[in-house]
């Protein structure tokens, strides 16, 4: 018998289903215009997007445009790219549209889906944004759709780190902007750190699509975006303490791998006292449990983290005398990336290399907060159905799982399950090379770096040639995934979410057409493809008739997805495809998350040596073990939205408070409200209402008027006056106060002085700012002791960042008086002095820049018969190549200028 739930699915179709449903007539409509805008020219197109244009600045809603948009945009991509997008690649952009996520599997064109919503949100003219997981796909999707856009009229531009400032403001300047998530919201930081609108980056957040969503919006979401400036070098500190970590013995600490948490025991804390006591670090007759020994106390204990939960070659590896993180999530190098309070410096310890100084927070943002900016936001992954819950909770973005072109053929095995990894990697060996005898190309996945190296030397012994991607790789990414459909090819890969680069079978004949155009530069380019495309497609049968890609997992990861993205690999646009997962009860999740019980099963079984356990029940127990570490996973980075969420109010204040005074010609009458407060203020404070004059302190209150006002007032003798009262003597310090700034008005020009207001109170409010931030990261780390007290964390949090950020915003008042108050011209020799040091700063700086640079004032020509008026006798150097007139400058930055 049927339940209710399944007949009501039966009946009216999920509500996916009913998504899917609701979209088709749009597509239908879309259909029945192609054959119209096939007829159009190429300008014909163009003039089609000023017609858009146009009904959008009427008042024509993007909906009604939608279908014309679409034709439009589809007619262009089939003429730049030779693609003609499928009705599922449509339905796709559609649901980017509306605001939700389009979950497609790998290999159904997500790259040409996002052209369709970008360009029709583009034509409201206030630019889209299109972000990536890394520089090299932004870079490859801007340069590969740019061919779209252009044929419909529409700009292009690709954001990436460290371009120059006129570059990047030309790239956000364009319709379309292709960048990375990292790069977007330090951008954002940055425009907040400006002192002149001219010189911000971006425009308004208006619509962004995010490639690989689950990736950067939940995998990523944990890390806050840091802008940071250096604090003091303690190298000492970290070395001295970490000299006592690996003396420490078992019973010294606790570790839980669940938690991912460790920390000192009773025990471990007495011994610990003692040999910081006994090696100087903790001064004599100072107690750990001191409040003077906080700073050490925090530092041991990351020195602990960092030995007992941090693994080279799987957290980080060392690189050039350099800790480098590693995305547990990608396999990715995270080049820049730094964990922060002193637990980065304390792996630099460890693994004894050069320690940077720690950092002190100047602006910060979380994913969460700065993707919630836009007015609208949609995603493209392959796998998001999983976490569909967090999607709707934080962002309110829903999940459409969008149909394959072409229905899936791949086969998915159940999980085999082998007591021990000895034997798991014995019968990966096996399976593996019985794959590749018969031509079968094999995709290996595993969890970490060490792991892929185990497996790549149990490969070599057997004699199978293999390559190996992880971040050792990354370099190489995309050739390698290019080649793992290749017949008989073996790829070891540490995970593969959001490599950008399909794997086709018989290979990338893309990648192939390139090598053999480069390996002969003379051949005839049309030749040469047709050849190309010709054998490929033997290969490609061949690979076929093998099975196609064979996907073998190595171990479960915590999250289904990552395995989902994994399998996903094979089978793409209905090819046929084999998956499998080899486990083993020493893998970390089977370890952690209950293998006892199993193990006990496995040996009643009286299973030998060799063999595997394989049956649905398994993958089904697993699934729940991982989506119990999911839920665990979302609701950590649930609770820590919540309290970033008290700092992103504060932050959206402050913000659009730069904003303003930037924005603003005069601020005059804003600095004269702050004045007459902070005299309030002072008044209230040595005048206190319903008191008697005998009670004041006028004298007090005469020294704060020098001190915050710069003005030297008889306030003693003006109380002394006949029915004066705090009123009058008020009104009589704002009239002073006032006129003060009215001399300064004459002494510098209004003009001039109007931008000394301007940069001070932006310069104040910047320092007060970092300093906020420095405070809100401390009670953070302590706020969530109070719980002990039955007190909840978060409200304390709340209340007690309001009141911090209430003081700071009185003491932003009385600062920007006081130095406003304190300004004078500099005299003639004040003025010479502050160039000249100008001018020898500038030379050393410009020194330090360009140190190889030859100082002879005719520097000798490299190439021989250079004549600087003849570009015919400079060779034909490269962009990056050295300048042949011989100045040590690179041509580009030299003749190349020029040229």
Same mark, same amino acid.
């Given at each position: 018998?049927?339940?209710?739930?399944?007949?009501?699915?039966?009946?009216?179709?999920?509500?996916?289903?009913?998504?899917?449903?609701?979209?088709?007539?749009?597509?239908?409509?879309?259909?029945? !215009?192609?054959?119209?805008?096939?007829?159009?020219?190429?300008?014909?197109?163009?003039?089609?997007?000023?017609?858009?244009?146009? *009904?959008?600045?009427?008042?024509?809603?993007?909906?009604?445009?939608?279908?014309?948009?679409?034709?439009?945009?589809?007619?262009?991509?089939?003429?730049?790219?030779?693609?003609?997008?499928?009705?599922?690649?449509?339905?796709?952009?559609?649901?980017?549209?509306?605001?939700?996520?389009?979950?497609?599997?790998?290999?159904?064109?997500?790259?040409?889906?996002?052209?369709?919503?970008?360009?029709?949100?583009?034509?409201?003219?206030?630019?889209?944004?299109?972000?990536?997981?890394?520089?090299?796909?932004?870079?490859?999707?801007?340069?590969?759709?740019?061919?779209?856009?252009?044929?419909?009229?529409?700009?292009?531009?690709?954001?990436?780190?460290?371009?120059?400032?006129?570059?990047?403001?030309?790239?956000?300047?364009?319709?379309?902007?292709?960048?990375?998530?990292?790069?977007?919201?330090?951008?954002?930081?940055?425009?907040?750190?400006?002192?002149?609108?001219?010189?911000?980056?971006?425009?308004?957040?208006?619509?962004?699509?995010?490639?690989?969503?689950?990736?950067?919006?939940?995998?990523?979401?944990?890390?806050?975006?840091?802008?940071?400036?250096?604090?003091?070098?303690?190298?000492?500190?970290?070395?001295?303490?970490?000299?006592?970590?690996?003396?420490?013995?078992?019973?010294?600490?606790?570790?839980?791998?669940?938690?991912?948490?460790?920390?000192?025991?009773?025990?471990?804390?007495?011994?610990?006292?003692?040999?910081?006591?006994?090696?100087?670090?903790?001064?004599?007759?100072?107690?750990?449990?001191?409040?003077?020994?906080?700073?050490?106390?925090?530092?041991?204990?990351?020195?602990?983290?960092?030995?007992?939960?941090?693994?080279?070659?799987?957290?980080?590896?060392?690189?050039?005398?350099?800790?480098?993180?590693?995305?547990?999530?990608?396999?990715?190098?995270?080049?820049?990336?730094?964990?922060?309070?002193?637990?980065?410096?304390?792996?630099?310890?460890?693994?004894?290399?050069?320690?940077?100084?720690?950092?002190?927070?100047?602006?910060?943002?979380?994913?969460?907060?700065?993707?919630?900016?836009?007015?609208?936001?949609?995603?493209?992954?392959?796998?998001?159905?999983?976490?569909?819950?967090?999607?709707?909770?934080?962002?309110?973005?829903?999940?459409?799982?969008?149909?394959?072109?072409?229905?899936?053929? *791949?086969?998915?095995?159940?999980?085999?399950?082998?007591?021990?990894?000895?034997?798991?990697?014995?019968?990966?060996?096996?399976?593996?090379?019985?794959?590749?005898?018969?031509?079968?190309?094999?995709?290996?996945?595993?969890?970490?770096?060490?792991?892929?190296?185990?497996?790549?030397?149990?490969?070599?012994?057997?004699?199978?040639?293999?390559?190996?991607?992880?971040?050792?790789?990354?370099?190489?990414?995309?050739?390698?995934?290019?080649?793992?459909?290749?017949?008989?090819?073996?790829?070891?890969?540490?995970?593969?979410?959001?490599?950008?680069?399909?794997?086709?079978?018989?290979?990338?004949?893309?990648?192939?057409?390139?090598?053999?155009?480069?390996?002969?530069?003379?051949?005839?380019?049309?030749?040469?493809?047709?050849?190309?495309?010709?054998?490929?497609?033997?290969?490609?049968?061949?690979?076929?008739?093998?099975?196609?890609?064979?996907?073998?997992?190595?171990?479960?990861?915590?999250?289904?997805?990552?395995?989902?993205?994994? *399998?996903?690999?094979?089978?793409?646009?209905?090819?046929?495809?084999?998956?499998?997962?080899?486990?083993?009860?020493?893998?970390?999740?089977?370890?952690?998350?209950?293998?006892?019980?199993?193990?006990?099963?496995?040996?009643?079984?009286?299973?030998?040596?060799?063999?595997?356990?394989?049956?649905?029940?398994?993958?089904?127990?697993?699934?729940?073990?991982?989506?119990?570490?999911?839920?665990?996973?979302?609701?950590?980075?649930?609770?820590?939205?919540?309290?970033?969420?008290?700092?992103?109010?504060?932050?959206?204040?402050?913000?659009?408070?730069?904003?303003?005074?930037?924005?603003?010609?005069?601020?005059?009458?804003?600095?004269?409200?702050?004045?007459?407060?902070?005299?309030?203020?002072?008044?209230?404070?040595?005048?206190?209402?319903?008191?008697?004059?005998?009670?004041?302190?006028?004298?007090?209150?005469?020294?704060?008027?020098?001190?915050?006002?710069?003005?030297?007032?008889?306030?003693?003798?003006?109380?002394?006056?006949?029915?004066?009262?705090?009123?009058?003597?008020?009104?009589?310090?704002?009239?002073?106060?006032?006129?003060?700034?009215?001399?300064?008005?004459?002494?510098?020009?209004?003009?001039?002085?109007?931008?000394?207001?301007?940069?001070?109170?932006?310069?104040?409010?910047?320092?007060?700012?970092?300093?906020? !931030?420095?405070?809100?990261?401390?009670?953070?780390?302590?706020?969530?002791?109070?719980?002990?007290?039955?007190?909840?964390?978060?409200?304390?949090?709340?209340?007690?960042?309001?009141?911090?950020?209430?003081?700071?915003?009185?003491?932003?008042?009385?600062?920007?008086?006081?130095?406003?108050?304190?300004?004078?011209?500099?005299?003639?020799?004040?003025?010479?002095?502050?160039?000249?040091?100008?001018?020898?700063?500038?030379?050393?700086?410009?020194?330090?820049?360009?140190?190889?640079?030859?100082?002879?004032?005719?520097?000798?020509?490299?190439?021989?018969?250079?004549?600087?008026?003849?570009?015919?006798?400079?060779?034909?150097?490269?962009?990056?190549?050295?300048?042949?007139?011989?100045?040590?400058?690179?041509?580009?930055?030299?003749?190349?200028?020029?040229?």
């Amino acid at each position: 018998m049927l339940g209710f739930g399944k007949l009501t699915k039966m009946v009216f179709g999920t509500p996916n289903d009913r998504k899917i449903k609701a979209t088709r007539p749009i597509v239908a409509k879309i259909n029945e !215009l192609e054959t119209e805008y096939a007829a159009l020219s190429d300008a014909q197109l163009i003039a089609k997007t000023e017609d858009f244009k146009a *009904r959008i600045a009427k008042g024509e809603a993007l909906d009604d445009i939608l279908p014309d948009a679409f034709a439009n945009c589809r007619e262009a991509a089939k003429r730049a790219l030779g693609l003609r997008a499928f009705d599922t690649q449509l339905m796709g952009g559609i649901f980017l549209h509306q605001g939700n996520i389009s979950e497609m599997k790998t290999g159904e064109g997500k790259t040409l889906v996002a052209t369709f919503p970008a360009y029709l949100n583009a034509l409201t003219g206030k630019g889209v944004h299109i972000v990536t997981v890394n520089d090299y796909l932004a870079r490859r999707d801007a340069e590969w759709m740019s061919k779209v856009y252009s044929a419909l009229g529409m700009t292009t531009g690709v954001v990436y780190p460290q371009q120059p400032d006129d570059e990047k403001k030309q790239a956000y300047a364009c319709d379309i902007t292709y960048a990375t998530n990292n790069e977007l919201g330090f951008d954002y930081l940055r425009d907040n750190m400006k002192s002149e609108l001219a010189d911000m980056y971006q425009r308004d957040h208006h619509f962004a699509i995010v490639d690989e969503v689950d990736s950067i919006l939940i995998d990523e979401a944990r890390t806050p975006l840091i802008i940071s400036g250096p604090a003091q070098d303690r190298t000492e500190l970290y070395q001295s303490i970490d000299a006592v970590i690996p003396a420490i013995s078992e019973e010294h600490y606790t570790l839980d791998e669940k938690t991912r948490n460790v920390s000192f025991t009773d025990e471990g804390n007495d011994w610990l006292e003692a040999q910081l006591l006994e090696r100087g670090i903790l001064p004599e007759g100072q107690s750990l449990y001191d409040p003077e020994s906080t700073t050490i106390v925090h530092h041991v204990n990351q020195g602990l983290r960092a030995h007992k939960l941090f693994t080279k070659d799987k957290d980080y590896i060392v690189r050039d005398d350099e800790v480098v993180l590693i995305d547990e999530f990608t396999g990715r190098m995270m080049a820049g990336r730094r964990l922060s309070e002193g637990l980065h410096q304390a792996i630099e310890a460890k693994e004894g290399c050069s320690i940077k100084p720690e950092n002190v927070t100047l602006a910060q943002v979380t994913f969460q907060n700065f993707f919630r900016l836009y007015d609208k936001l949609g995603g493209m992954t392959g796998t998001a159905l999983t976490e569909a819950e967090e999607f709707a909770e934080i962002y309110g973005l829903g999940v459409v799982e969008v149909p394959t072109n072409r229905p899936i053929a *791949r086969v998915d095995e159940d999980d085999a399950v082998y007591r021990t990894a000895q034997e798991k990697f014995k019968a990966i060996v096996e399976t593996v090379k019985e794959a590749h005898e018969k031509g079968q190309p094999t995709l290996v996945g595993t969890t970490s770096i060490e792991k892929s190296e185990l497996l790549s030397q149990l490969l070599q012994q057997e004699g199978i040639p293999h390559n190996v991607l992880n971040a050792r790789q990354h370099e190489q990414e995309a050739q390698i995934v290019a080649d793992a459909g290749k017949l008989g090819a073996v790829t070891i890969a540490t995970n593969m979410a959001g490599r950008g680069t399909d794997i086709k079978l018989g290979g990338n004949v893309e990648f192939k057409i390139m090598e053999a155009i480069a390996a002969d530069p003379d051949g005839n380019p049309d030749e040469i493809r047709a050849r190309i495309e010709e054998g490929h497609k033997a290969d490609e049968d061949a690979v076929k008739a093998a099975g196609g890609l064979f996907v073998l997992a190595t171990e479960r990861h915590e999250s289904r997805r990552i395995d989902n993205q994994l *399998r996903g690999r094979s089978g793409r646009q209905g090819d046929p495809g084999r998956s499998a997962f080899f486990l083993s009860l020493e893998d970390d999740l089977m370890r952690i998350f209950g293998s006892d019980r199993l193990d006990k099963v496995l040996s009643t079984l009286g299973m030998k040596e060799g063999e595997a356990i394989v049956h649905p029940w398994v993958n089904k127990s697993l699934e729940r073990a991982q989506a119990k570490v999911e839920g665990r996973n979302f609701d950590i980075r649930k609770q820590l939205l919540k309290f970033d969420d008290v700092m992103n109010d504060q932050r959206k204040v402050i913000f659009s408070q730069r904003r303003e005074i930037m924005e603003a010609e005069d601020l005059s009458e804003i600095v004269t409200d702050m004045r007459h407060e902070v005299i309030d203020d002072l008044v209230n404070q040595y005048m206190p209402p319903k008191t008697y004059a005998d009670q004041w302190d006028t004298e007090g209150l005469a020294m704060a008027a020098r001190e915050q006002l710069g003005i030297n007032v008889p306030v003693v003798e003006w109380a002394a006056e006949e029915g004066v009262d705090d009123e009058d003597i008020q009104e009589r310090l704002e009239k002073a106060a006032d006129e003060l700034m009215a001399q300064k008005a004459a002494q510098f020009g209004v003009p001039q002085l109007r931008n000394i207001e301007k940069q001070i109170l932006l310069q104040i409010i910047d320092n007060k700012w970092r300093e906020h !931030l420095l405070t809100l990261e401390h009670l953070r780390s302590v706020v969530g002791f109070r719980g002990y007290a039955q007190r909840d964390p978060l409200n304390e949090y709340k209340n007690e960042a309001f009141q911090l950020f209430e003081s700071m915003l009185d003491s932003l008042r009385s600062d920007v008086t006081r130095n406003l108050a304190m300004i004078r011209p500099l005299t003639e020799e004040e003025q010479r002095n502050m160039i000249a040091e100008m001018q020898a700063r500038q030379a050393a700086m410009m020194q330090a820049a360009q140190p190889n640079e030859p100082t002879a004032e005719a520097p000798e020509a490299q190439v021989a018969g250079f004549d600087e008026n003849d570009p015919n006798t400079w060779g034909n150097p490269g962009r990056n190549d050295a300048c042949p007139c011989g100045s040590g400058k690179k041509f580009k930055h030299c003749h190349g200028k020029l040229a």
